[in-house]
């Protein structure tokens, strides 16, 4: 059983706002780095945004500006603000954790969630 969830994908046009959402068991949330990683068709997967334990947070270039992580360490749940969305932000989005004291976009993960289709039209 996938311990991550994922939910809160669609379709939407280009300009517009999505919310993903990650819900997690709390011996995965809460003393684990927890990140948003995304995959296109033909492309690798690649790190959106990462937020640590501590709440700091690192976020791909292409993302800066216009996504926002969180986590909710009472409720455990990992979200993504994703506003001004581009074509070029269609892909799947995958939740993920880590354990391990290094946070970033590069980073292996240890938990993934099965992923949510975010669909942006011009």
């Known amino acids: 059983q996938v311990p991550l969830v994922e939910s809160g994908g669609g379709s939407v046009q280009a300009g517009g706002s999505l919310r993903l959402s990650c819900a997690a068991p709390?011996?995965?949330?809460?003393?684990?780095?927890m990140g948003w990683f995304r995959q296109s068709p033909g492309k690798e997967r690649e790190g959106v945004a990462v937020?640590?334990?501590?709440?700091?947070?690192n976020y791909a270039d292409s993302v800066k500006g216009r996504f926002a992580i969180s986590r909710d360490n009472a409720k455990n749940i990992l979200d993504l603000k994703m506003n001004d969305l581009k074509p070029e932000d269609t892909a799947t989005y995958y939740c993920?954790?880590?354990?391990?004291?290094?946070?970033?976009?590069?980073?292996?993960?240890?938990?993934w969630g099965k992923g949510t289709l975010v669909t942006i039209s011009s």
């Open positions: 709390a011996y995965i949330f809460s003393m684990n780095c």
């Open positions: 937020v640590d334990v501590d709440g700091s947070t």
């Open positions: 993920a954790a880590r354990i391990g004291a290094i946070c970033g976009l590069d980073s292996d993960m240890n938990y």
